[in-house]
């Protein structure tokens, strides 16, 4: 197979294959799927015949992202996709929880998790508490 791309969608593509190869594997541990270490592989190590040899490292004879490429910015990316789906999260359950103890329909637990949403936008978990009975 053949794939044709620019300097700047290949660039893009790399941080595609990063994100995809961190959400299937950075909380594996040992057990990582190997055949998406092995397309990252393949992917970065493109990145010697075009000029973005800072991209790529060499450990334990494969090529993986850098150093440099991890710390360039895609693990903030990362970080916000990872916020906005926890409190995405956390705004439905707390109001299907809500719905549980009080009835509501569907439009008042929508209105409910927005409401949620709101309160963690301007300030985060600061007012969570839990009770330790």
């Known amino acids: 197979m053949e794939l044709k791309l620019t300097q700047k ?4 593509l790399l941080d595609l294959v990063y994100i995809g190869n961190w959400v299937l ?8 799927i ?5 397309v990252e592989s393949l ?4 990145c010697l015949d075009h000029g973005m040899t800072k991209l790529v ?5 494969e090529i993986i992202p850098s150093r ?3 710390e360039g910015g895609i693990h903030e990316a990362i970080m916000a996709y990872e916020d906005a789906v926890f409190f995405e ?5 707390l109001a299907l929880r809500d719905a549980e103890e009080h009835p509501q329909d569907q439009e008042e637990v929508m209105a409910r998790m927005e409401q949620y949403l709101g309160e963690f936008e301007e300030h985060g978990t600061d007012h969570i508490t839990v009770d330790m009975e």
């Not at 490292?57 to 004879?61: A, Q, R, W």
């Not at 999260?89 to 359950?93: D, F, N, S, V």
């Open 89 to 93: 999260i956390l705004a439905e359950e």
């Open 43 to 46: 992917v970065f190590s493109h």
């Open 34 to 38: 190997r055949d998406y270490d092995g």
């Open 68 to 70: 440099a490429f991890a």
């Open 9 to 12: 969608q290949f660039r893009r």
């Open 57 to 61: 490292e060499l450990y334990e004879g």
């Open 25 to 32: 594997n950075s909380t594996r541990g040992d057990d990582r």
